[in-house]
């Protein structure tokens, strides 16, 4: 039995210095490459250029009541940018942004002003939006939801 244990401590002795070795040498003795400056602006440019910007589809000031416990009105003003996977999805989209409109006024009506103060209340909000109308549509899309303007007052 004890020579059992005594081979799994050597084992374990042993995987905990090859481990700090490697620690060490990739600490101490690890260089990392130069970056050369014109290079690295020359493959920004480049990716600049093949970058295409869809159209979007532009959702302005939809102002939103939002519930609150105290009788301070409260309410959300907002502008967004829809981007579909397509032309096609947009030209959908133009043609029914009533419904977008009223998803989003729906779902932003029920939010809590401290929720949607913070990020991940913003961030909440846009996937429920976005996840919102591919239900409706039964389809993706949606590819992107941007927030131009967003103001809880």
């Not at 059992?4 to 995987?15: G, S, V």
Request: contains cysteine.
């Amino acid at each position: 039995m004890n020579k059992w244990i005594n081979k799994i401590l050597i084992f374990l002795y042993l995987a905990a210095s090859c481990a700090t070795l490697y620690l060490f040498i990739s600490w101490y003795h690890y260089e990392r490459p130069q970056i050369d400056e014109s290079q690295a602006r020359r493959k920004f440019l480049e990716d600049s250029r093949k970058l295409k910007v869809s159209d979007t589809l532009k959702i302005e000031n939809l102002i939103i009541n939002l519930p609150s416990r105290t009788r301070k009105l409260r309410f959300l003003d907002l502008s967004a940018h829809i981007v579909p996977f397509n032309e096609n999805d947009l030209k959908i989209l133009e043609e029914q942004e009533y419904i977008i409109r009223d998803s989003i006024i729906e779902i932003a009506g029920k939010m809590r002003p401290k929720k949607l103060n913070s990020i991940s209340g913003k961030l909440i909000l846009e996937d429920r939006i976005v996840r919102r109308i591919n239900d409706i549509y039964k389809q993706d899309m949606i590819k992107e939801l941007y927030f131009s303007k967003f103001l809880v007052q």
